[in-house]
């Protein structure tokens, strides 16, 4: 009788102990379902941003250079200096079947646009939409230089003998931002500029041009720090 009451006992301890989890188990378990850290890089640490714009026009390619500075969260005060050249809107180009050279029947000047504009930049959607996508509103103001060149010399010659316009012009746009590396930014962008001048330059002979408004799909490069 005693035999197998002591047998017994055995067997039941033996049972316990096998279905009381183990020390790792339980630590193990202790880290199941502990949140993930957020590894992703932080964007709004480096403030600063210098590149370059590539642009394309209704006039052919432009290139630029702008610089940004946050000054809160959403909004960042930039600076942006462009070149590109300005063209008549019933301009025509021609080859000639002769010698292969591209003409323009009319043409007496080529005209390069620098505006120089300090704008405001605004971060929209910030807190609905994640880093990796950053959609911004902006718009600046500045003198603007425009430069006439005579068309029927070479270029290489032409700006000694050319002459530059000055006034102020505008822009208004719109773009976004892609990813979350905080060491470069890359983005694109539309930009319409205003640039009216107070008196008219010919690109066509006798036809004189005092609106010099254009429109501009930005790509844009640029370090961060």
């Not at 964007?43 to 630029?64: A, W």
Request: glycine share 10%.
């Amino acid at each position: 009788m005693y035999r197998t009451i002591i047998l017994l006992s055995v067997c039941l301890a033996a049972v316990a102990s096998a279905q009381e989890p183990n020390a790792t188990a339980r630590a193990d378990s202790q880290y199941a379902f502990l949140p993930v850290k957020d590894i992703a890089p932080d964007t709004t640490d480096k403030p600063n941003s210098v590149g370059l714009d590539i642009m394309l026009g209704n006039s052919g390619f432009g290139m630029g250079f702008f610089y940004r500075q946050a000054i809160s969260s959403t909004l960042s005060w930039t600076f942006s200096l462009s070149a590109s050249e300005a063209k008549a809107p019933n301009e025509v180009d021609y080859i000639d079947p002769f010698t292969g050279q591209k003409f323009v029947p009319g043409k007496i000047n080529q005209l390069f646009v620098f505006p120089a504009m300090f704008g405001l930049q605004y971060r929209l959607f910030k807190d609905q939409l994640t880093d990796t996508f950053r959609p911004y509103v902006y718009g600046g103001v500045g003198p603007n230089a425009i430069f006439a060149a005579p068309y029927d010399v070479p270029l290489s010659t032409s700006f000694s003998r050319g002459r530059g316009y000055f006034g102020l012009g505008a822009y208004i746009g719109g773009g976004a931002y892609f990813g979350t590396d905080p060491n470069s930014l890359i983005g694109i962008s539309v930009r319409y500029y205003i640039l009216p001048m107070s008196h008219g330059i010919e690109s066509l002979q006798n036809e004189p041009m005092a609106n010099f408004n254009t429109f501009f799909i930005t790509f844009n490069i640029a370090t961060q720090y």
